[in-house]
């Protein structure tokens, strides 16, 4: 009501018309920035188009955090395979910088070791499937992380308070 001429400021026909305008273009905004956020993989509601782009079956069946974390795996992932490479592939299913080392085992091979945070089997499972597609194929491929099932800390902790040979004695 800025621009408009002073009588029109004691309208309710004209109030109502600029309410309903400014409503209007406040939904137009808001669709506006929807739109805008489905150009980012981060922010988008659907990963389905960037899975397509860039070579991975859409798999409704997994989370879309997973979804997203298999994507940006595959965008920096390239056809070679460095250890900043891994390390960066693998460090993109996780939140935050996860230390990743990686280690030449000769004569062809390499040790890829996680620390820090334990990743879900999930994770482990397309971690793998990641590096399988960047790492040639005459390469072994070693994995170490802290990644325990809860069946086996559960062992472990009702073990623990025995000795090796009263472990022996034990049948499970």
């Given at each position: 009501?800025?621009?408009l001429?002073?009588?029109?400021?004691?309208?309710?026909?004209?109030?109502?018309?600029?309410?309903?305008?400014?409503?209007?273009?406040?939904?137009?905004?808001?669709?506006?920035?929807?739109?805008?956020?489905?150009?980012?993989?981060?922010?988008?509601?659907?990963?389905?188009?960037?899975?397509?782009?860039?070579?991975i079956?859409?798999?409704?069946?997994?989370?879309?955090?997973?979804?997203?974390?298999?994507?940006?795996?595959?965008?920096?992932?390239?056809?070679?395979?460095?250890?900043?490479?891994?390390?960066?592939?693998?460090?993109?299913?996780?939140?935050?910088?996860?230390?990743?080392?990686?280690?030449?085992?000769?004569?062809?091979?390499?040790k890829?070791?996680?620390?820090?945070?334990t990743?879900?089997?999930?994770?482990?499972?397309?971690?793998?499937?990641?590096?399988?597609?960047?790492?040639?194929?005459?390469l072994?491929?070693?994995?170490e992380?802290n990644?325990q099932?809860?069946?086996?800390?559960?062992?472990?902790a009702?073990?623990?308070?025995?000795?090796?040979?009263?472990?022996?004695?034990?049948?499970?």
């Open positions: 009501m800025l621009i001429p002073e009588y029109y400021k004691n309208s309710d026909v004209m109030r109502q018309l600029l309410q309903s305008a400014k409503f209007a273009f406040e939904q137009l905004d808001d669709e506006r920035q929807a739109t805008f956020l489905q150009f980012f993989i981060l922010k988008c509601a659907d990963v389905t188009r960037f899975e397509l782009d860039v070579g079956a859409p798999d409704t069946t997994l989370d879309m955090e997973l979804r997203r974390q298999r994507v940006i795996a595959k965008l920096r992932s390239t056809p070679y395979a460095t250890k900043a490479k891994l390390a960066n592939v693998i460090q993109s299913f996780f939140e935050g910088e996860v230390p990743v080392e990686v280690i030449e085992v000769p004569p062809f091979g390499i890829l070791k996680i620390e820090g945070e990743p879900s089997l999930d994770v482990l499972k397309n971690i793998i499937d990641a590096i399988n597609k960047i790492l040639p194929a005459h072994g491929m070693e994995f992380t990644y099932p809860k069946n086996e800390l559960f062992l472990y009702s073990l623990q308070s025995y000795t090796v040979i009263e472990m022996e004695m034990i049948s499970l």
